[in-house]
């Protein structure tokens, strides 16, 4: 069983930063694209960065600039950090990825930026 477990989420204020944690874990064979969603009250998931199976990255355009994904493949982790953080930045966070050619999701992490 694969598991993709998030962590680095909280509360901050506007224009401080956050760097999200997203590690695979269990019988991994392959990994395709691996990234974060992000999904705010009331709106639909959406994309926020990710690499793609050839090593590329997409980054939604309200982002771009601000946040920057990385990853380390020896440890199947990819990060998001986050900065100047604004208040529609606010949602959960999901990571997902494609191992062993099937989607999995991470539970989530709450990103919360307000005064």
């Known amino acids: 069983q694969v598991r993709l477990v998030e962590s680095g989420g909280g509360l901050v204020q506007p224009g401080e930063s956050l760097r999200l944690s997203c590690a695979a874990s269990g019988s991994i064979f392959s990994i395709g694209s691996m990234g974060w969603y992000r999904q705010a009250p009331g709106k639909e998931r959406e994309l926020v960065a990710d690499f793609t199976r050839d090593g590329s990255t997409n980054y939604a355009s309200s982002v771009k600039g601000r946040f920057a994904i990385s990853r380390d493949n020896g440890k199947n982790t990819v990060y998001l950090q986050m900065n100047s953080l604004k208040p529609e930045d606010t949602a959960v966070y999901y990571c997902?990825?494609?191992?062993?050619?099937?989607?999995?999701w991470g539970r989530g992490t709450q990103v919360t930026v307000s005064e």
């Open positions: 997902h990825s494609l191992v062993n050619f099937r989607d999995y």
